[in-house]
């Protein structure tokens, strides 16, 4: 054996121990590169954005609210929102770049933060304490929605983590005029009140997305695109028309004023096709500026409150009668000897009207006489002409709150709830429903849906009033205009058909005696019927209160300046004849109950 045979030397087993060692290490190496780089790429590459990669909200504009002319009643405005990273700014301490600084030039957090407060015009103690309380969050709003002047002199602090972002702020032209119609958002583009809060999806839009790099000071690199493009919300286009809901707001606000009421609505309809042309309240608000906002002066009294409509359903008693077949217009009601007894219950009449026709009924108001024709019907008649008008059910709007109404319904009924109905008693309406009603009236007894929305084609209804007597209960209601109660709802060089009503409110202890409602719910042109409107005004404290010297006035005002806008040809254009308006010896003045 050759004992100089190097081939098994110890020297060459070390250099083969080195290459097996470096081969694993190469092997482990590489097989955790490849773990690295191909299975778990996805996480680290996660990792890594979520360190340099940011992802910022583009927030969307919230849609328009337009009237039905285009004219805008609620739009968004791009404003600056000053935002800071407390985080960020008490890290300033143990920063070491700001301590590799001379001592002199180091920032310090609590003097950053004085500087802060005065750039923003506000006290250092209780900014000094709001990023105290958010000291460990990376997010704080400083200021919401100002004007780009304000946020750039906060920026041009520069103190440390503190940005501005883009938001929008909502504006409202037309201000107290249609509050309660249009409603408002709150600091986050939210719907709270009104439209605003009954269609907040539509409205709002979807906010985009966008990508960038930023390196370990915040600087931004670059960007990586725009991800997902924001989508802006929804326009709204209203059937209101603002000529009208403006002028229908003046005379509302002046007679609350000048006849000290506590509140009052109105409401005007195309009789054609269910659009509210005009809808308005009293008192209001400017959402533009909500800081001395009274919460009662948020409703929308037209859609939300309730009440006894009175001598203006006295129409539909007599169309009840009419449709029964029972009545017609030449039938003859003996309302002698002026009053009934029902127990202790009496209705009464101011005097003794005697025999006198349907138009009689509705000119005199004669409660006697709409109680005789009630309790001759079936004793659902009037129950059901009321229903089928909308009474008693929400006209479905989609308005927070909006009221149902009431109309009761009996098993049997004592006949001194039958007329008490037949009259206005016992049920109640909001202003838009009694407006639906009369709008049948006006539209040949055609029932079309209500809405708030601009309708470009005709809308689909039901007949609920036979056409020949929706067209004789509106003659009926022109003489009510030139003979009774509703002279001060007359219009130059138009007719008027509508009917006035004078209401008991109802309290704790039953009907109060010193507080009313004064109505008025009229159609015209009355020859050929273009608009509806009724005027509700609550609890008057002047010396009138009447329906006929309270809401009337308010309604001839209103719809004569509506008519003329909308360029509807007069019916009577000789112009209106001479009429005695002082002429208060007719019961419709004197008795409550029956105007």
């Given at each position: 054996m050759n004992t100089n045979d190097n081939s098994y030397s110890p020297s060459k087993w070390r250099l083969y121990l080195?290459?097996?060692?470096?081969?694993?290490?190469?092997?482990?190496?590489a097989g955790r590169l490849f773990y690295l780089t191909v299975l778990d790429k996805e996480f680290l590459q996660?990792?890594?954005?979520?360190?340099?990669?940011?992802?910022e909200s583009i927030p969307a504009t919230r849609g328009m609210i337009l009237d039905r002319n285009g004219e805008p009643l609620a739009v968004s405005t791009p404003t600056w929102t000053v935002i800071a990273n407390p985080r960020e700014l008490w890290g300033l301490a143990d920063d070491p770049e700001n301590l590799a600084k001379p001592i002199g030039e180091r920032k310090n957090p609590e003097e950053e933060i004085v500087r802060l407060a005065e750039a923003m015009g506000v006290g250092s103690a209780l900014l000094k304490e709001r990023f105290e309380i958010n000291r460990n969050k990376g997010f704080m709003y400083l200021k919401r929605q100002v004007p780009p002047h304000e946020a750039e002199a906060v920026l041009d602090a520069k103190v440390k983590g503190v940005?501005?972002?883009k938001e929008y702020k909502r504006f409202y032209p037309a201000g107290e005029v249609t509050a309660q119609v249009v409603g408002f958002t709150n600091i986050d583009d939210k719907g709270q009140e009104g439209l605003e809060l009954a269609y907040d999806q539509a409205l709002q839009g979807k906010p985009g997305k966008l990508s960038y790099i930023k390196d370990l000071k915040g600087n931004i690199i670059s960007t990586l695109g725009q991800e997902i493009p924001e989508q802006a919300g929804e326009n709204i286009e209203l059937s209101i028309d603002m000529r009208l809901q403006y002028l229908a707001y003046r005379e509302l606000k002046a007679v609350v004023t000048e006849q000290r009421a506590s509140s009052a609505s109105a409401v005007i309809l195309d009789v054609r096709t269910g659009e509210i042309?005009?809808?308005?309240?009293?008192?209001?608000?400017?959402?533009?500026?909500?800081s001395d906002l009274e919460p009662d002066e948020l409703r929308n009294r037209a859609v939300i409150d309730l009440f006894e409509p009175g001598s203006t359903m006295k129409p539909f008693s007599v169309a009840a009668a009419l449709r029964s077949g029972q009545y017609n217009t030449e039938s003859v009601i003996d309302t002698s000897p002026g009053y009934m007894r029902f127990?202790?219950?009496?209705?009464?009449?101011?005097?003794?009207?005697?025999?006198?026709?349907?138009?009689?009924?509705?000119?005199?108001?004669?409660?006697?006489?709409?109680?005789?024709?009630?309790?001759?019907?079936?004793?659902d008649t009037i129950w059901n002409m009321f229903y089928e008008l909308g009474i008693g059910s929400p006209v479905g709007l989609g308005f927070p709150g909006e009221a149902t109404g009431k109309l009761p319904m009996h098993p049997k009924w004592h006949p001194s709830e039958i007329a008490t109905?037949?009259?206005?008693?016992?049920l109640a309406v909001s202003t838009l429903q009694l407006a639906q009603a009369y709008m049948v009236l006006a539209n040949n007894g055609y029932k079309v849906p209500v809405t708030i929305f601009k309708q470009d084609i005709q809308p689909n209804g039901e007949q609920v009033v036979p056409s020949d007597i929706a067209q004789d209960v509106v003659h009926m209601l022109q003489s009510v205009v030139t003979e009774g109660s509703g002279k001060k709802a007359q219009i130059p060089g138009y007719n008027v058909a509508g009917k006035t009503g004078t209401v008991h409110k109802v309290g704790v202890g039953g009907y109060q005696y010193d507080q009313y409602i004064s109505l008025f719910a009229g159609i015209a042109p009355a020859t050929n019927p273009r608009l509806a409107m009724v005027v509700m005004v609550n609890d008057p404290k002047g010396r009138k209160y009447y329906g006929g010297e309270v809401s009337a006035p308010v309604f001839s005002r209103v719809m004569e300046g509506a008519l003329t806008t909308l360029?509807?040809?007069p019916d009577r254009p000789e112009?209106?004849?001479?009429?005695?308006?002082?002429?208060?010896?007719?019961?419709?003045?004197?008795?409550?109950?029956?105007?």
């Open positions: 080195v290459y097996a060692i470096a081969f694993a290490l190469f092997s482990v190496a996660n990792q890594g954005e979520m360190r340099a990669v940011r992802t940005s501005k972002i042309l005009a809808m308005v309240n009293q008192p209001s608000f400017n959402p533009n500026d909500r127990g202790k219950f009496t209705i009464r009449d101011f005097r003794n009207y005697g025999k006198i026709n349907l138009e009689t009924v509705l000119v005199k108001s004669s409660n006697v006489g709409t109680s005789h024709i009630a309790l001759s019907l079936p004793q109905l037949s009259y206005g008693y016992g360029n509807v040809p112009g209106l004849r001479e009429v005695r308006l002082d002429d208060n010896t007719d019961s419709s003045y004197r008795i409550v109950q029956g105007n």
